[in-house]
């Protein structure tokens, strides 16, 4: 990943953010929200300390997608500082080692081009080694890189008892009945808009859109984040709790619809 901020971030916030995001926020105050940073692990990641104070600040819950050969015992004992097991947190599984295994067309790590044995193998290799090293912290959920995956990987997320799996809107193709497809919708880091007017533009119809379909599933890279970035991620967490939004994790969403499914 190219460590460069959108186009969105390259100049000082427009001066109308806060009563924009105030228009959609105070018009929607029922509706579910939950945040998934995701390529968590790594050990030079000045930006995720940072990424931690807000939501510590804030008292809003996060789901952390790790990669599970990212992350060593040093690493997580440094975590600790932020008591990483607290219900605050959704420490969960991030594909393997984040690698693209696609020849050609868009980016996998779990895409159609490999075998259900060699998806089982790092599936598994990888939800053992988190839950050796998080313990009572990890949380069996998985967001494959690049938000998407081949139906061989849902089948083995099911087989393996993963509560859910978290992917774009309108992902395909379909999880078993069993696997929960907690859809993110706001894309705030990984942009494609060219220009700042354009994305602010595209940005906010996201979140209207997200918020209008019942729960609004925000995506963060806090790699790609910078200062207007974090000052936008303050400003939106500061009116998700002022406006009293129901803030998820994984683990409360997909509760709730298991229990909707089954009765």
Known sequence: MKNLPAPL????LPLNTEKSLRTILSAYKDTPIFFRADDIGGKTDPLFHPLMELF?????????????TWIDSATWSHYQQYQPQSSQWCWHQHGYSHTNHEQAGKKAEFGRSRTKNEVKQDIVNGKNKLANLLGEAFHPAFT????????????TLAEQRFYAVSRSKKAA????????????NIDLHTRKEQDAAT???????????????????????????????????DLLLRLVQEYHLPACTFQDMSNEIRSSFFH
Do not use: K
């Open 199 to 233: 994305s602010w533009e595209a940005l906010y119809a996201e979140i209207n859109q997200a918020a209008d379909s019942g729960i609004m599933g925000i995506m963060l890279h806090h790699q790609l984040m910078n200062r207007q970035g974090f000052a936008f991620l």
């Open 144 to 155: 494959p890189p690049w938000n998407r995956c081949s139906s061989h990987t849902l089948e």
């Open 173 to 184: 193709p379909l999880p078993p009945a069993e696997l929960p497809d907690i859809q993110i």
């Open 9 to 12: 971030w390259t100049a000082p």
């Open 56 to 68: 510590l600040t804030h008292r809003i819950p996060l789901c952390l997608a790790v990669v599970p």
